[in-house]
């Protein structure tokens, strides 16, 4: 599908100066009404945007979930005018959840004049499920380029997994449009150097280079040659010397779609705010030109001084037309094909619409093991790893991998016929992320945006270095999940900087986050049939480095009880309980023990085992009365990390055996001993918190 | 201070060889016996670590804290052995928390043999305060290189503010061992652009190019040109093609000496667990080698194979003596010169003296402004502004700046001579970071380890992104101020991906962390008064974008009360009250107004101003209970952040108006009404839970 620009019919240049004021004045018009947002970018990059979208970008306005539409990711967030005008302006039509669509645009021009009110599909960054066209939430700098290198991946996996020999199902290119904010993000130069590293030649990001931040002039702190830096992680580096250009800019796409052995990055020079008295000052970024200067920009582009959110007749006709004309036949023509590959290739088929709805391949579940007794038990990692690779069989595109450290999160698929996923190998199925958390993060969640089901893997502390995108999962309800390993001073030796003392509540914290840990192999089969589960949720997946005994459920209840985020495992024998003990994770079978030993000396408890705050809190009251009934006000939690939180099931009755310092660098057991973690120290903290509620 | 290295004496190469060869069998052999840690990289380094401390590096032993030492930072902090063994053969004494020596060694034989054990100053990573030497605590990658970016802008900063012709009080060097991994992580890349930008040349990056990493060859993810990456970021970029040839190496460092414009970059290709079976292998990367594989290494170099912890006659002498030879004489001729400076710079010494005791110029609290009573008030960044303003007139090296947001942040100092630190203005005051929020927390605690007093600003969202930094100025006990403004849903129409939700309890979930969230500019005032006061700890300072009212403090309590971390703000008139409500930051007003409409309609409550939780723990369980009496159990916090915590203090029966879910993008007041912070529902929440406990 690569085409050259000169091939094209070039539009009349009146009316393509026309189209792109259109679009720079929206931006100025809405940002102006709300009285709120940033208006230089799009007036600065307009051209590139219309152009890229005319002549290039394969897109039915019509079927915006076409699978096979290149991809366009506003990684600048801010400049959400810009992708709003061309979704108007090119007649982008909604589509509801299930990709029916409903009849509406995508954004109108009343839309439009909602800018950043409370509702409206135009909020002040774009965000993904609100706005059909939205290819990704982004705002937070950096994160969209992530998210690009994600779905280039993607299109390579599913080209290699679905294409067939006269089948090029998918094909498509992903365009990221992106500012010296994303440039100087650390996490944009980890997902460039593995996009390098990966030859993505479908990648292409276009960055606009206006020498201006939020401070000033980019002479105040970003100096270095952006272009060797790009040549040096292998990518094809090219440079528009005027975002005006347009025919300039058209030939960079060219030299793009020519390239096949590397991403490309072209830096196109602009001037913020372009055509404005603030012209190429930090101070047409981030605030509204004011209506004076709106005015006066307004007559320096020839356009009517006081018209407001104008479109000229026959520009959105023009435009829609030129993206239409080139889109649909090209989906049409997909269409066609996608038919006769259901009936060469009926699997594949319906695997791939399945995929389309965000399920798995039927039967998955089936696969999942169960695990016998074992006093000696196995680290969840390990089950993790087991579960994983089970699972994983039954669904293809269930692909993901570790920052560097796969041999020790056990998240590597070793099965026959994985693989490395590797410039020359997109049917690999492992991924190898190397040590970049923060990418790692955005690349999943811009796989999941392409359909597939990714994994990442790193240390719980790790966790740190990827918050932005765990957060944008969950703010997008990606369902991807985050495996966590090493997570608690169980980590030994490795000491404090190794060992997660904060991290479970910081990521219990975030809304609409999964975070389950499970507290013996079984519960680890269940985490991770809860987290394929989830359609609209990222689940945190946290698991030990150390071994834990795998709890007999002839005995004790049934694993299953983890979907309903906390159980009762064990209770008292006779009569009411005197205390709950509550355990996670490491900890649940040295509450187990407790519970045992306190039963052999006449004590009276129960123990419950809760595993994901999240999922308990969706129960209803009366299950959650079940668990923790109100007149059992002593209550003893014990998990290897810190105590936030734990006040919502312990209250001010009950009290915990958490760490309240920073760890240290000795083997487990001596810090057990240490901090508390010991059977003994939790019966004796048992017997004084049932006096004290006496 | 610059000298070539083919005017040092050269030292026997048997000798060194031998030299050499202990620091490699040592850490074989420590982590033989600890059955874990990193043998590989100090196997491969050990000849670049002996050139550079042996011929280069300006350390008195005797004296680890003279102030314009060079710094060497272990960025590759699995690579602990390393450096202990170093330590070891230098004799580097031991120092306490005051600089004095204890006459100890910093690391004997016997703490190598003790590697990795409880109590032990060998722990698994190099940790700041434990072991005398180490400059900063490293193992998650990427920090120690942030760190130097710190620690390099320090020196420039110390001498620009303390040098006088013919006193060269400050010109030391920062040299940085790196991996594969510091290359891969984005917080290197973040501050090696900043780095080039600044011109550092007093900055030396020692790059251990193994091609291993942890998954195996680094051609599974990690094949950019990182010198190429180098040049553009602007770096003098050196190759040496083999560790073991330390004359090459010793060359590189002249290079690097000789280089006045830029910082340095010397790509050392090394093979790992050099001379064992497993080297260059992934193998020899994080675990023992086993102790077969020890006694065949052992054999490989000619050393004796069943000596343990063994240091030839004359190794430890020989190379301590160089390390002093240099560094004493250095060191002496410094003091002597520092003596006059005294005399000369009888002002300068004063303050120099106070900042190497971690103190401020005495007399900055008496800058602190008040502020009278306003309805309208400002936003807690705009107060936070001026007292940070007021507060830096008086102390000349409290240093930051924002990640190119400082017009948001309004962490400018704007006065007269506070410039912008650049590459040929040192005496700049505000730092430019860009648009690098990791690298930025990481160079502000290397700046804090280098004397100054640093502050970082960006949106609290952002946190996320240097959640690493904060983490480790805790665990260092680095007071640190990270300034976060735009604190909540406050932010409005920037939307969900600007508003921060759980951000405030992930903060107060790291121990040792101040988390301030100051309720008024008074309690502005106060809160930047108790983060300077403290020595010991970081505080994150959690300001508003949006105005909020001045109390009138004649009428409630002072905002003395903040440094107790919380205080009864407002109380019922007559009798106990019936309710307790509790608010911090911008809701704290919110909750006063709930407090007098109470009042006003006969209900009794008491208004509890909570902007440290860190700080109220601290205090005695009768302070405590003198705010939150147990009597009291109707209890209502009001914060515009997520829930996790709050149940500590309001408990089962209590509740909370908080954020449930990401927020929105529109205006504030709809937001506010959206998600019930009026004062109204204020009321209305607090009538009904005042029933409930009746």
Same mark, same amino acid.
């Given at each position: 599908?690569?085409?050259?620009?000169?091939?094209?019919?070039?539009?009349?240049?009146?009316?393509?100066?026309?189209?792109?004021?259109?679009?720079?004045?929206?931006?100025?018009?809405?940002?102006?009404?709300?009285?709120?947002?940033?208006? #230089?970018?799009?007036?600065?990059?307009?051209?590139?945007?219309?152009?890229?979208?005319?002549?290039?970008?394969?897109?039915?306005?019509?079927?915006?979930?076409?699978?096979?539409?290149?991809?366009?990711?506003?990684?600048?967030?801010?400049?959400?005018?810009?992708?709003?005008?061309?979704?108007?302006?090119?007649?982008?039509?909604?589509?509801?959840?299930? #990709?029916?669509?409903?009849?509406?645009?995508?954004?109108?021009?009343?839309?439009?004049?909602?800018?950043?009110?409370?509702?409206?599909?135009?909020?002040?960054?774009?965000?993904?499920?609100?706005?059909?066209?939205?290819?990704?939430?982004?705002?937070?700098?950096?994160?969209?380029?992530?998210?690009?290198?994600?779905?280039?991946?993607?299109?390579?996996?599913?080209?290699?997994?679905?294409?067939?020999? #006269?089948?090029?199902?998918?094909?498509?290119?992903?365009?990221?449009?992106?500012?010296?904010?994303?440039?100087?993000?650390?996490?944009?130069?980890?997902?460039?150097?593995?996009?390098?590293?990966?030859?993505?030649?479908?990648?292409?990001?276009?960055?606009?280079?206006?020498?201006?931040?939020?401070?000033?002039?980019?002479?105040?702190?970003?100096?270095?040659?952006?272009?060797?830096?790009?040549?040096?992680?292998?990518?094809?580096?090219?440079?528009?010397?005027?975002?005006?250009?347009?025919?300039?800019?058209?030939?960079?796409?060219?030299?793009?779609?020519?390239?096949?052995?590397?991403?490309?990055?072209?830096?196109?020079?602009?001037?913020?705010?372009?055509?404005?008295?603030?012209?190429?000052?930090?101070?047409?970024?981030?605030?509204?030109?004011?209506?004076?200067?709106?005015?006066?920009?307004?007559?320096?582009?020839?356009?009517?001084?006081?018209?407001?959110?104008?479109?000229?007749?026959?520009?959105?006709?023009?435009?829609?037309?030129?993206?239409?004309?080139?889109?649909?036949?090209?989906?049409?023509?997909?269409?066609?094909?996608?038919?006769?590959?259901?009936?060469?290739?009926?699997?594949?088929?319906?695997?791939?619409?399945?995929?389309?709805?965000?399920?798995?391949?039927?039967?998955?579940?089936?696969?999942?093991?169960?695990?016998?007794?074992?006093?000696?038990?196995?680290?969840?990692?390990?089950?993790?790893?087991?579960?994983?690779?089970?699972?994983?069989?039954?669904?293809?595109?269930?692909?993901?991998?570790?920052?560097?450290?796969?041999?020790?999160?056990?998240?590597?698929?070793?099965?026959?016929?994985?693989?490395?996923?590797?410039?020359?190998?997109?049917?690999?199925?492992?991924?190898?992320?190397?040590?970049?958390?923060?990418?790692?993060?955005?690349?999943?969640?811009?796989?999941?945006?392409?359909?597939?089901?990714?994994?990442? #893997?790193?240390?719980?502390?790790?966790?740190?270095?990827?918050?932005?995108?765990?957060?944008?999962?969950?703010?997008?309800?990606?369902?991807?999940?985050?495996?966590?390993?090493?997570?608690?001073?169980?980590?030994?030796?490795?000491?404090?900087?190794?060992?997660?003392?904060?991290?479970?509540?910081?990521?219990?914290?975030?809304?609409?986050?999964?975070?389950?840990?499970?507290?013996?192999?079984?519960?680890?089969?269940?985490?991770?049939?809860?987290?394929?589960?989830?359609?609209?949720?990222?689940?945190?997946?946290?698991?030990?480095?150390?071994?834990?005994?795998?709890?007999?459920?002839?005995?004790?209840?049934?694993?299953?009880?983890?979907?309903?985020?906390?159980?009762?495992?064990?209770?008292?024998?006779?009569?009411?309980?005197?205390?709950?003990?509550?355990?996670?994770?490491?900890?649940?079978?040295?509450?187990?023990?407790?519970?045992?030993?306190?039963?052999?000396?006449?004590?009276?408890?129960?123990?419950?085992?809760?595993?994901?705050?999240?999922?308990?809190?969706?129960?209803?009251?009366?299950?959650?009365?079940?668990?923790?009934?109100?007149?059992?006000?002593?209550?003893?939690?014990?998990?290897?990390?810190?105590?936030?939180?734990?006040?919502?099931?312990?209250?001010?009755?009950?009290?915990?055996?958490?760490?309240?310092?920073?760890?240290?660098?000795?083997?487990?057991?001596?810090?057990?001993?240490?901090?508390?973690?010991?059977?003994?120290?939790?019966?004796?903290?048992?017997?004084?918190?049932?006096?004290?509620?006496?």
């Amino acid at each position: 599908m690569k085409a050259d620009s000169a091939q094209l019919a070039q539009p009349d240049e009146a009316l393509e100066r026309l189209a792109i004021d259109t679009i720079r004045t929206l931006a100025m018009d809405a940002v102006q009404k709300a009285n709120s947002g940033h208006p #230089g970018t799009p007036m600065a990059m307009a051209p590139v945007a219309y152009t890229l979208w005319r002549d290039f970008i394969r897109y039915d306005p019509d079927m915006p979930d076409w699978p096979n539409r290149d991809r366009f990711v506003l990684s600048i967030g801010h400049a959400s005018m810009l992708l709003y005008a061309v979704l108007h302006l090119a007649g982008i039509k909604e589509i509801d959840a299930d #990709g029916k669509p409903t009849g509406e645009p995508a954004v109108s021009l009343d839309d439009i004049r909602q800018f950043r009110q409370l509702g409206s599909k135009t909020p002040g960054h774009p965000e993904y499920r609100m706005t059909t066209g939205v290819e990704t939430t982004t705002g937070p700098l950096g994160q969209g380029c992530g998210n690009s290198v994600g779905m280039a991946i993607a299109e390579r996996a599913l080209a290699s997994h679905f294409n067939r020999d #006269g089948f090029q199902l998918f094909d498509h290119d992903i365009y990221v449009l992106c500012g010296d904010g994303d440039m100087m993000e650390g996490v944009s130069s980890e997902a460039a150097s593995l996009a390098g590293h990966l030859a993505l030649s479908n990648l292409c990001w276009i960055y606009d280079s206006n020498h201006i931040s939020i401070e000033g002039s980019t002479d105040l702190a970003f100096t270095e040659d952006v272009g060797a830096r790009f040549e040096g992680y292998g990518w094809n580096v090219i440079h528009v010397d005027d975002a005006n250009d347009t025919k300039a800019f058209a030939r960079s796409i060219d030299a793009f779609r020519a390239t096949d052995d590397r991403p490309t990055f072209i830096v196109v020079h602009s001037v913020i705010g372009w055509g404005s008295p603030k012209a190429g000052s930090e101070k047409a970024h981030g605030e509204p030109l004011g209506e004076d200067n709106v005015r006066a920009t307004k007559k320096t582009y020839g356009w009517p001084e006081e018209a407001k959110f104008l479109v000229p007749n026959g520009i959105a006709e023009a435009f829609r037309n030129a993206v239409s004309g080139r889109g649909r036949p090209a989906r049409e023509a997909w269409e066609a094909m996608y038919a006769r590959y259901r009936e060469s290739f009926p699997t594949e088929a319906t695997e791939m619409a399945l995929l389309r709805q965000g399920k798995l391949p039927s039967g998955w579940q089936a696969a999942i093991p169960t695990f016998p007794p074992d006093a000696k038990g196995l680290a969840s990692r390990d089950s993790g790893g087991k579960v994983l690779n089970a699972i994983a069989q039954q669904t293809p595109l269930l692909i993901g991998g570790a920052a560097d450290l796969s041999p020790s999160t056990k998240t590597s698929l070793t099965f026959q016929g994985a693989g490395s996923f590797g410039k020359n190998d997109h049917s690999g199925r492992n991924l190898h992320f190397g040590v970049r958390e923060h990418a790692m993060g955005s690349i999943a969640n811009g796989m999941a945006l392409s359909y597939l089901r990714p994994y990442t #893997g790193t240390f719980l502390v790790f966790a740190d270095y990827m918050r932005a995108p765990i957060r944008l999962a969950a703010i997008m309800e990606l369902p991807v999940v985050f495996v966590f390993t090493h997570d608690s001073i169980g980590v030994g030796e490795d000491g404090p900087t190794h060992q997660p003392i904060e991290h479970l509540a910081t990521l219990r914290a975030i809304p609409g986050l999964d975070t389950i840990r499970p507290g013996d192999a079984n519960e680890v089969a269940a985490a991770w049939k809860v987290a394929l589960s989830h359609s609209h949720e990222p689940t945190a997946l946290i698991l030990s480095r150390q071994a834990i005994p795998t709890l007999d459920r002839t005995k004790y209840a049934s694993a299953d009880g983890l979907e309903k985020g906390g159980y009762i495992l064990g209770d008292a024998e006779r009569g009411d309980p005197e205390i709950i003990l509550i355990g996670t994770g490491s900890e649940l079978p040295m509450v187990v023990a407790a519970h045992e030993k306190l039963a052999s000396e006449g004590v009276r408890s129960r123990v419950v085992s809760l595993p994901s705050w999240y999922l308990f809190e969706k129960q209803d009251d009366a299950y959650r009365q079940s668990v923790f009934p109100d007149a059992v006000r002593a209550r003893l939690a014990v998990e290897q990390g810190g105590s936030m939180g734990w006040d919502r099931y312990v209250g001010h009755d009950g009290g915990t055996i958490t760490m309240k310092t920073f760890g240290a660098s000795a083997p487990l057991a001596k810090l057990q001993e240490k901090f508390g973690f010991t059977v003994d120290n939790i019966c004796a903290v048992a017997r004084d918190l049932i006096e004290k509620n006496k």
